[in-house]
């Protein structure tokens, strides 16, 4: 059973196209997360929803926006690519916001911008 | 500032050894958790093991242990006899207090290969 899943695994698109992606997990957990990877696999936090309700949200450009139908799913719809969204990016997922509650990470969308 | 510094960017391992990914921390939180991820070449990050700042014993999971040590604020993972699938980055995470909405502050890898 996969705990926390995402769709697309990959995804190639052209400058200026809007997309989505996926995130779903089966844990029963109250927060979900978004993260980007860039090439030097640095992990930076974008958005944090704790029982659908955005906790996170960093410097971000305003062409990524988070929607969280419901505690198990937390989509990132990014508009008007552009060459440097290209990265990995990774959903997670905690049962709460202490700081002992550990982050599960799904399988990482990897993201090409042309 | 760093809050996680993992110093050693890359360590070439022979299979078998013991290893050790250093990491060092830095927040006046009394209040904290470590955490120790791998990322192997597939790309997922797969969760190893987690330390409370409150925890009296070093965590241990399998193979893996973190010598806590408080006062140096350090938290290194031990790979014992480690194994060709060891290969992989492994990161260092730090959440803290309710002021920073307990993110997870990252550091920056340590790429391991293990030689056979």
């Known amino acids: 059973d996969t705990a926390v899943s995402q769709t697309p695994k990959y995804l190639v698109t052209q400058m200026g196209n809007d997309k989505s992606i996926k995130c779903e997990q089966n844990?029963?957990?109250?927060?979900m997360y978004w993260y980007k990877q860039d090439s030097k696999k640095f992990l930076k936090i974008m958005f944090s929803?704790?029982?659908?309700?955005?906790?996170i949200n960093e410097t971000v450009p305003n062409r990524f926006s988070p929607k969280s139908p419901d505690k198990a799913h937390l989509n990132l719809h990014i508009n008007s690519l552009e060459l440097g969204d290209s990265a990995v990016y990774f959903c997670a997922s905690s049962q709460g916001v202490s700081g002992t509650d550990t982050q599960y990470f799904g399988p990482g969308t990897r993201l090409t911008v042309l | 500032a760093q809050k996680i510094t993992q110093t050693q960017p890359g360590m070439f391992v022979q299979e078998k050894e013991a290893v050790t990914l250093d990491c060092t921390y830095d927040?006046?939180?009394?209040?904290?958790?470590l955490f120790w991820y791998k990322q192997p070449s597939s790309g997922e990050m797969i969760f190893l093991i987690y330390?409370?700042?409150?925890d009296q014993q070093n965590a241990t999971e399998g193979r893996y242990s973190l010598n806590f040590q408080k006062a140096r604020k350090s938290a290194n993972l031990v790979i014992s006899a480690s194994q060709l699938g060891d290969s992989a980055m492994y990161f260092c995470a730090m959440r803290e207090a309710p002021d920073s909405n307990y993110q997870l502050i990252w550091g920056a890898g340590t790429k391991l290969i293990i030689k056979p």
């Open positions: 330390q409370g700042s409150y």
């Open positions: 929803y704790n029982n659908k309700e955005l906790i």
């Open positions: 927040t006046s939180d009394p209040s904290y958790g």
């Open positions: 844990l029963g957990h109250d927060t």
